[in-house]
């Protein structure tokens, strides 16, 4: 009989967005990878597992959070370090919030410095066809078997062929992974490190940030989550570049705002921004009074510019 024990941790992907630079949260924890805000469970003192959560970040970064959802629960043998005989079950969370003055030993940080393949704004990342194609037809190659080397071949192709689906960030990851092709597995397979593909995180924190970008990108086309991340008051561009920065996705300018006005999203307040240079632009807040309007007033991606290649 296994004699194991297992303990709970919470993590939290902090995710903001300021103008075209979707962010997220990371904290120092004597290691050399970013980490996100994490600590364990206390039954004892805290009610919900939800409530532990709070009292880590606020500790670790002085945010009070505000939209707060939980995202999945992680416990693979061997993505996260812990003491002998112990296994950590990492309940990971999505927040979103605006970026305010960070704590000590905190930093905002890109979120695709960790995911570069997930940015198509401009135009398909060029490291796919040069680096992540190649090595993963290698791996579909060295396949232990033609049923394995079938089920790979699939993957890649829902992962990285025609038709890029923004939401599958965590299968994409997870492929990587497998295949070597991130820093992560090496070093919890406890090979040598032969490095990877974007920057490395502490433990499984990688992959929970991949499934929060998932979570987000998905809740944009259905619920109005992107209005947690805005200022009160901004700009058809600002939202249009605030959507495209979390989706990794180019959009139609004139299709995007008649999606918004069809849906009832927002609401102009008959003043104008002053930018420092270009025609003053009329500034717009959300209209909360849509949530009980209508089940899901989101912002729909079918309104991108043209398909990526």
């Not at 080397?149 to 299968?171: K, P, S, T």
Request: include cysteine; hydrophobic fraction near 40%.
């Amino acid at each position: 009989m296994s004699k194991e024990s297992v303990s709970i941790g919470l993590s939290a992907a902090i995710v903001s967005v300021e103008g075209e630079h979707p962010s997220v949260l990371v904290v120092a924890h004597d290691a050399v990878e970013d980490a996100l805000p994490f600590g364990p469970f206390d039954p004892a003192q805290q009610r919900t597992l939800e409530s532990g959560l709070r009292k880590w970040v606020g500790e670790q970064t002085r945010f009070d959070l505000g939209y707060t959802e939980q995202l999945y629960t992680f416990g693979d043998k061997g993505r996260h370090a812990s003491a002998a005989g112990t296994r950590v079950v990492s309940v990971g969370y999505l927040a979103l919030t605006r970026q305010g003055k960070e704590a000590p030993e905190t930093q905002w940080r890109g979120w695709y410095h960790y995911f570069p393949w997930e940015d198509w704004r401009d135009s398909k990342p060029l490291m796919i066809e040069s680096a992540i194609l190649p090595a993963l037809k290698k791996f579909v190659k060295d396949a232990p078997n033609s049923e394995t080397a079938e089920q790979r071949r699939e993957r890649v192709n829902v992962c990285f062929g025609e038709g890029w689906d923004e939401e599958r960030v965590l299968e994409r990851y997870e492929l990587l992974y497998e295949a070597g092709l991130v820093e992560e597995f090496w070093r919890d397979s406890g090979k040598p490190n032969k490095g990877g593909l974007g920057t490395a995180m502490l433990y499984d924190h990688r992959r929970i940030l991949a499934t929060a970008i998932a979570r987000l990108r998905g809740k944009l086309k259905y619920r109005p989550v992107v209005f947690e991340l805005m200022a009160p008051t901004f700009t058809l561009l600002e939202l249009q570049r605030a959507v495209e920065a979390l989706a990794g996705l180019r959009l139609h300018k004139q299709n995007f705002r008649r999606l918004v006005a069809e849906q009832g999203l927002v609401e102009g307040t008959g003043k104008f921004s002053a930018p420092a240079r270009g025609r003053p632009a009329e500034l717009f807040r959300f209209r909360r009074e849509v949530l009980r309007e209508r089940p899901a007033p989101g912002v729909r991606l079918g309104v991108r510019r043209s398909k990526a290649s």
